[in-house]
């Protein structure tokens, strides 16, 4: 058995972001997608020592961009025992199952194993309703909120702004000059107006 990488997050938009990153950065395949529960997803892949720890890394990394509170968890495992492998079902190449494992057996099973980056993202419309914003940070600062918006769109930045404390958001709020309000304006500010305010900014931006 190959190398197994493993990457635990909390949230499933931190799990997708870090099975993504994984699968560009480096020559492995995605095995599997699991909810542990209380939030926490696994992803996990397979391939050679190096590609896998390289994956893994990138994972890491993507995950810590969206927030670091986001990563639960890590592993790699150079030389699995051989009896691991009865816990993960890889796909090859075109989405096949492994010889020995009927399409049949996968179905009885229920297993979400060897699940594609775009079957994991395609989970995440399912859960929008339990779990709206998922891997919300404890902290959000400009920089962190700028990637957001690139990655995900305004809607997603200013819900998870609208997650934070109003003291937060006030804290986040000072790191922008460009807002129209400034310096007392934005210690009396209450979230309603701030998240305003940074929506207002961020929509002139793409303009």
Known sequence: MKALGLIETKGTLAAVEAADAMVKAADVTLVEKTRVGGGLVTITVTGDVAAVQAAVDAGVAAVERIAASSLSAK????????ELEILFTPKGPGGKTDPGVTDEEELEEGAAV??????VVGDVVGEVEESPHPALPEKLDRQTLDSIIEKYGIAEGMAMADGLKVTALR??????GELKISGREVSKANKQLLLEELKSYYEARND
Request: charged content about 35%; hydrophobic content about 30%.
């Open 75 to 82: 592993l790699v495992i150079p030389r699995p025992h051989e």
């Open 114 to 119: 060897g699940e594609t980056v775009e079957e």
């Open 171 to 176: 804290t986040l709020a000072r790191e922008y």
